[in-house]
């Protein structure tokens, strides 16, 4: 029997992060080639993809950067296959691919995103990347996992797939209204119900689907914006950026073996009021 620390050990194992080269993404690449996996960096940014992979390598890992556009079925096709000729086989999936409206310092929100206004092709653009990317992904690397007889797909969602936004912490003085839009909500809920979709759906085939929820991240927000969100949480505080790996690490690996078509929460307490 091993013990509870080798249960986190990733050795041998190869993991897919979509949206790898994000500021979540590249987190949990990190955290992933730290624990001994080999890891697919998969972004729509190829450059910022293979610079976190060269990142990993710098490290010691192995880790590869790819291209990827999640709303495209050949372009998924052309990732996972990559994945088993280099490597051999897929254990892990991590669905972190998606359109998440920024309010920090480089992403601040500046055009109405009103729901009685908002444009329809904004909605459905948001819809094939969030929902619609992870259904293809998951779908690509089920066959590979099915054949393996073992597998782990992890499903990132928000806080906002579990609640409704507090629109008052985007306001602004003296600025036009903001609002975390409504595609962000209703993608990051259907996350849920694809999770609990998938784990029943291979249930007794060893592939195991759980999601991850994460709090709000701290990447250079400004004061206001952090004192708001702050006050909403019970630890009083964001999260860093660093703060999820742990809680992904272990849904990735047999620490996790008993969870499927779960929710692992990791927020600082938002949810909890």
Not at 123 to 141: D, E, I, K, R
Request: glycine share 10%; with cysteine.
């Amino acid at each position: 029997m091993t013990n509870e620390l080798e249960k986190f050990c990733m050795d041998g194992r190869v993991a897919i992060v979509t949206g790898g080269a994000g500021l979540l993404g590249a987190e949990f690449c990190r955290a992933l080639a730290d624990a001994g996996a080999t890891v697919v960096v998969a972004d729509l940014d190829t450059k910022k993809a293979e610079e976190v992979a060269a990142g990993l390598r710098a490290r010691g890992a192995q880790a590869t950067g790819v291209a990827l556009d999640v709303t495209r079925r050949e372009s998924v096709a052309a990732v996972v296959q990559r994945a088993r000729d280099e490597h051999g086989r897929v254990d892990v999936l991590v669905n972190s691919a998606a359109l998440d409206p920024k309010f920090d310092a480089t992403h601040h929100e500046t055009a109405a995103n009103t729901f009685e206004d908002y444009p329809l092709d904004l909605w459905n653009q948001a819809l094939a990347v969030n929902l619609t990317g992870m259904f293809l992904c998951s779908q690509a690397v089920s066959r590979p996992m099915l054949e393996q007889g073992r597998g782990v797909i992890i499903n990132i969602c928000s806080t906002y797939g579990l609640v409704g936004p507090d629109q008052r912490i985007y306001e602004r003085p003296g600025k036009p209204r903001q609002f975390k839009p409504v595609y962000y909500s209703v993608t990051k809920s259907g996350v849920l119900g694809m999770t609990r979709y998938l784990a029943t759906y291979f249930a007794g085939s060893g592939i195991r689907v759980n999601a991850l929820t994460p709090g709000g991240v701290f990447n250079d927000h400004d004061e206001g914006f952090v004192a708001n969100y702050a006050a909403r949480t019970v630890l009083g505080r964001m999260a860093r950026r660093d703060e999820m790996n742990g809680a992904l690490l272990f849904l990735a690996s047999d620490a996790s073996s008993y969870m499927t078509g779960a929710n692992l929460v990791v927020d600082g307490g938002w949810t909890a009021w």
